[in-house]
């Protein structure tokens, strides 16, 4: 049996050969120059739809600029504070919204140009450090923010005059590096849900793991909002299911980031967490508009997945089983220990004389 690549390679890429990184074979040399075009291509189109989107958002957010043109003082974030100590706050929210909004559609234009990238990146990160200096903070554009950061490290020039191998694979590593920023944001928030979970358990509290927990957490959302849900009141009386649904929850975001090495979940992956988001909007009444766009984006139209789903290695790649695979697979090919020869018998005894 031949043996991977990574077996022979550092530690660190034998481990996540072993344990994470499942890739898509190709017969040929021939086939990975050809799927890396094509993922190339796809990633391209996907990065130029990033930044359509985004326009949206800039649009959208002008919709508050009048109402905060009218406050006599801010206490924005550290990052945009200093507008505000050398300028009016009418003069600071006009140049926050009008670099905001005009780097928006200049990054739109000319997605290729590296400076723009990082003057749109800088405009959101100005405009996110004044809206939530308001005694609350929004997570929803977050994932937003940091995804436009990471893109600012793609090639600068043309993209469609990279040709060259080399280039290609250095626009796709930085594409996947988003990738993993965003999955990263969901393995952290799943792992403090099962800290949450244990603590409360620990303590003898109504924790996640009871029956009645998930019930509990949507009947004190609902308490505590006013608006109402469409799903809320069923998840508040009916226990069993929505139990299901949130352990299935702290599986799918803990082991979220595993999933930038398995190319052929992403798919799946991406449009179970976009059900996440929408179910969570049913029963809870949370928003996150953008995090189902750049889940769509980045996963759901992922450039690494294959062309064609094979259902069985799809469902081997899952985290967990992965991993039972690779330790009955280990336990299969064990090496085998012979049986032991039999000793030679006993010298016999001399004789006597």
């Known amino acids: ?100 909004l005009g780097t928006a559609i200049l990054v739109l234009l000319m997605p290729q140009k590296r400076l723009l990238r990082a003057v749109y990146a800088i405009s959101l990160l100005e405009y996110m450090a004044f809206v939530n200096g308001f005694d609350k903070i929004n997570h929803d554009m977050h994932g937003w923010l940091f995804v436009s950061f990471v893109l600012i490290l793609l090639p600068g020039g043309s993209w469609r005059e990279r040709r060259s191998l080399v280039d290609r694979q250095f626009f796709l590593t930085v594409f996947w590096a988003a990738q993993t920023v965003v999955l990263f944001f969901y393995t952290l928030t799943g792992l403090w849900k099962i800290n949450f979970a244990i603590r409360s358990a620990v303590v003898g509290h109504n924790s996640a793991f009871n029956f009645s927990g998930f019930s509990y957490i949507v009947a004190n959302r609902l308490l505590q909002s006013p608006s109402k849900t469409v799903l809320g009141n069923y998840f508040s009386r009916t226990e069993l299911l929505g139990w299901a649904l949130f352990l299935g929850t702290m599986y799918l975001e803990s082991a979220s980031l595993i999933i930038a090495f398995r190319p052929r979940l992403q798919r799946i992956w991406g449009a179970s967490l976009i059900f996440f988001h929408l179910g969570t909007q049913l029963a809870m009444g949370f928003t996150f508009g953008p995090n189902i766009v750049l889940v769509g984006l980045l996963f759901v139209c992922s450039p690494f997945a294959p062309a064609r789903i094979d259902v069985r290695a799809t469902f081997l790649d899952l985290p967990v089983i992965h991993f039972a695979k690779g330790r009955w697979d280990a336990w299969r090919h064990r090496p085998r220990t012979t049986e032991a020869e039999p000793s030679p018998p006993p010298q016999a005894e001399a004789t006597l004389a």
């Open 1 to 100: 049996m031949e043996r991977p690549a990574w077996s022979s390679g550092p530690f660190a890429t034998r481990f996540l050969g072993r344990h994470f990184w499942s890739n898509t074979p190709h017969d040929t040399l021939a086939d990975s120059v050809v799927a890396q075009r094509r993922s190339f291509e796809k990633a391209a189109v996907i990065v130029r739809a990033f930044y359509a989107v985004g326009i949206y958002w800039t649009v959208s957010a002008t919709n508050q600029w009048p109402g905060y043109r009218q406050l006599t003082q801010a206490h924005p974030q550290w990052p945009a504070r200093w507008w505000f100590d050398w300028f009016a706050v009418r003069t600071s929210v006009d140049i926050i919204y009008c670099a905001y």
